[in-house]
T-cell receptor, first 113, second 113 residues
Framework: GNSVTQMEGPVTLSEEAFLTINCTYT??????LFWYVQYPGEGLQLLLK?????DKGSNKGFEATYRKETTSFHLEKGSVQVSDSAVYFC????????????FGSGTQLTVLP | GAVVSQHPSRVICKSGTSVKIECRSL??????MFWYRQFPKQSLMLMAT?????????EQGVEKDKFLINHASLTLSTLTVTSAHPEDSSFYIC?????????FGPGTRLTVT
């Protein structure tokens, strides 16, 4: 079956620190990979995605590279801001159906000024 | 961007009563909506797929008579937890499908006492 394992939180960083949130997956076939972010009181929002091996997704200073050989999709940001405080979910999708999403457990990030 | 709302954001009810949760797509029409359940520090688990004008499709292990889903219009799906028990306490999240992307609501915290 499909599964997603991501770094357990909570993660607390100072402003301008480097962020890495690890994510590895198991999947049948070739999944598309996503990172979603959930800000307090809001719904999950798509942050970035990659659909094939070696693709790099990027948005708002965040990056993640689809590593097929290590089945990983680690999220990174070079300099976090207080406004990045949120819960981050690593998600896979096998096939074209939006129904076939598999979610990681989420990682709470808190950035202190 | 597409916005999905949920109401209420949190609800407390007594064991044995029923609770209705609403999911609305605010600025778009959605023929398909999804209902998820999230336990603390765990992944989102898909409960059911709600299709406008037809019966919902439930995932294995989800009791359709306990979790009633109605998708009566292109902008509204409801989830009714019937005869609620403390083990039904959880965070319920809906999403709506638009142009092959899912847009998530902010979730509803249900506590059954």
């Amino acid at each position: 079956g499909n599964s997603v394992t991501q770094m357990e939180g909570p993660v607390t960083l100072s402003e301008e620190a480097f962020l890495t949130i690890n994510c590895t997956y198991t999947a049948t076939g070739y999944p598309s990979l996503f990172w979603y972010v959930q800000y307090p009181g809001e719904g999950l929002q798509l942050l970035l995605k990659a659909t094939k091996a070696d693709d790099k997704g990027s948005n708002k200073g965040f990056e993640a590279t689809y590593r097929k050989e290590t089945t990983s999709f680690h999220l990174e940001k070079g300099s976090v801001q207080v406004s990045d405080s949120a819960v981050y979910f690593c998600v896979t999708r096998v096939g074209g159906s939006a129904r076939q999403l598999t979610f990681g457990s989420g990682t709470q990030l808190t950035v202190l000024p | 961007g597409a916005v999905v709302s949920q109401h209420p954001s949190r609800v407390i009810c007594k064991s044995g009563t029923s609770v209705k949760i609403e999911c609305r797509s605010l600025d778009f029409q959605a023929t398909t909506m999804f209902w998820y359940r999230q336990f603390p520090k765990q992944s989102l688990m898909l409960m059911a797929t709600s299709n406008e004008g037809s019966k919902a499709t439930y995932e294995q292990g989800v009791e359709k008579d306990k979790f009633l889903i109605n998708h009566a219009s292109l902008t509204l799906s409801t989830l009714t937890v019937t005869s609620a028990h403390p083990e039904d306490s959880s965070f319920y999240i809906c999403s709506a499908l638009a142009e092959a992307e899912q847009y998530f609501g902010p979730g509803t915290r249900l506590t059954v006492t």
